[in-house]
């Protein structure tokens, strides 16, 4: 099915959106978890203001790169394959028997941990361990589920290659 201009405009610019969300999360993620992030850490973030912001960016770059594909990019691309859109959990069952993600079950899991990482996690460093190990696991989910919509978008030619 041919994309009408404004839509394909729009997944392009998505397309640029989600790769530098996700060349920058994969950054944060190898600096900030070079080291593995332990309780110990966890308490020691109110008096050290680098780490402190690395975590910060951790859970804003995986909560921005969640959105944009789960929020913005795969609604878009379904309905550039001719699929019907609708609620979250019906386009999840769509990209997943398309490939496109490993699982629903598993997005919604990265949806409510984006949630638990944004919002719980200030009060309890037992929370925020858990719940930024947890992110850590699912980065390459991530990171998965943009290259694979990349690659299928410039098959499609809805994308043009880089140049060199």
């Known amino acids: 099915m041919a994309l009408e201009e404004k839509d394909k405009a729009r997944l392009q610019f998505l397309a640029r959106i ?7 999360l994969r950054i944060t993620d190898q600096r900030f978890f070079a080291h593995p992030f332990s309780l110990q850490r966890a308490r020691q973030l109110e008096n050290d203001t680098d780490q ?6 951790f859970v804003a770059r995986f909560g921005r790169l969640q959105d944009s594909l789960g929020d913005k990019l795969i609604p878009l691309y379904l309905r550039g394959l001719g699929e019907k859109t609708g609620a979250a959990i019906d386009n999840l069952d769509k990209a997943e028997r398309l490939g496109v993600i490993p699982s629903s079950d598993t997005w919604l899991t990265v949806r409510k941990l984006r949630n638990q990482m944004i919002h719980e996690y200030i009060e309890d460093p037992e929370i925020l361990v858990n719940a930024l190990e947890t992110g850590h696991h699912f980065v390459p989910v991530l990171l998965e589920v943009t290259q694979t919509l990349l690659d299928d978008m410039l098959t499609r030619g809805w994308l043009t290659p880089k140049k060199a």
Do not use: L, Y
């Open 18 to 24: 989600v790769e530098k969300e996700a060349r920058h």
């Open 52 to 57: 402190a912001e690395r975590a910060d960016a």
